[in-house]
């Protein structure tokens, strides 16, 4: 009995050290998008999709973010966000981005940014898959995955299926924000 309470007491002093460890190395790297049910938490990729991280990350830090609805959600598929008009049709003042395609999956919860027909169009807006959709692989550059927080996704309220998803009244990000920038 005390080797298993002695083993236990190591498991959880490793489990808090790791823990620790983890989070403050990767804040810098870890977006935080509250929801009116809860928190999702996505960990960025820079490795993957550099530019489009350091974009999220300058969006997010002006705080762009805060209060853009879900203007189309496919119950599952995804959830898309990120245009400040909420029509789909609109993103920030900067730039288009060149794509970053990777070998990065479409799985449930793969966060990936939205683009026109150019592969080159990526602005501001961003959709969670969330069921696997490994048809988008390749064609979309997946900048993120979410990490906690999926159940909040899924809550988010659904569009119209005859309309493409285009949501009527809208669930929206009530605030996005770097976790490193969290005092």
């Known amino acids: 009995m005390f080797k298993n309470i002695k083993l236990l007491?190591?498991?959880?002093?490793?489990?808090?050290?790791?823990m620790s460890n983890v989070n403050a190395a990767n804040l810098e790297n870890t977006l935080?998008?509250?929801?009116?049910?809860?928190r999702v938490v996505i960990e960025m990729l820079p490795e993957v999709a550099p530019k489009h991280v350091e974009r999220i990350k300058t969006l997010a830090r002006q705080k762009f973010y805060d209060g853009i609805v879900f203007h189309r959600v496919i119950d599952g598929f995804?959830?898309?966000?990120?245009?400040p008009a909420g029509t789909g049709?609109?993103?920030?003042?900067?730039?288009?981005?060149?794509a970053e395609f990777s070998n990065q999956p479409h799985l449930r919860g793969a966060v990936s940014m939205a683009r026109a027909q150019s592969p080159n169009s990526a602005?501001?807006?961003f959709f969670i898959v969330t069921k696997d959709s490994n048809f988008l692989d390749g064609q979309y550059t997946v900048w993120g995955k979410v990490v906690s927080g999926m159940e909040f996704v899924d809550k988010i309220k659904k569009g119209n299926p005859a309309n493409n998803g285009s949501v009527s009244d809208p669930d929206?990000?009530?605030?996005?924000r770097v976790a490193s920038d969290l005092k």
Do not use: C, E, R, W
């Open 123 to 125: 602005n501001s807006q």
């Open 32 to 38: 935080y998008i509250d929801l009116k049910d809860g």
């Open 89 to 98: 049709m609109g993103g920030s003042k900067l730039n288009d981005l060149k």
């Open 172 to 176: 929206k990000m009530l605030k996005v």
């Open 9 to 18: 007491f190591i498991a959880i002093i490793q489990s808090i050290f790791f």
């Open 78 to 83: 995804m959830v898309q966000t990120g245009d």
